[in-house]
C-alpha cells in the first residue's frame, strides 16, 4: 500500500526491524504503546484507519493527496 519495508516502517514508528517482524509474524505480542507508535507511524505516511462503526466497514484506506 505505502511502499515502505519493514526496516523503513521502524524507523517510522521509533521501533526495531526484529521487533516489527516479530509481530508481523506472530512470535510477539506487542503492547497498546507499540501498536499505537505503529498507527500513527502509518497514519504520518498517509494511511487512515476506518473504525468499525463507519458504514463501510472497518479497514484502511490511503488519504487524498493534497492539492
Keep these: 500500500m505505502l511502499g515502505i519495508d519493514q526496516f523503513e ?3 517510522l514508528a521509533g521501533l526495531s526491524v526484529t521487533g516489527i517482524a516479530n509481530i508481523e509474524r506472530g512470535a510477539s505480542k506487542p503492547r497498546a504503546t507499540t501498536l499505537h507508535s505503529i498507527q ?3 497514519e504520518g505516511a498517509g494511511v487512515t484507519f476506518i473504525a468499525e462503526s463507519d ?3 472497518v ?3 490511503l488519504r487524498k493527496a493534497k492539492r
Design 59 to 61: 479497514g484502511v484506506r
Design 9 to 11: 516502517l521502524g524507523r
Design 40 to 42: 500513527s507511524a502509518l
Design 55 to 57: 458504514e463501510e466497514g
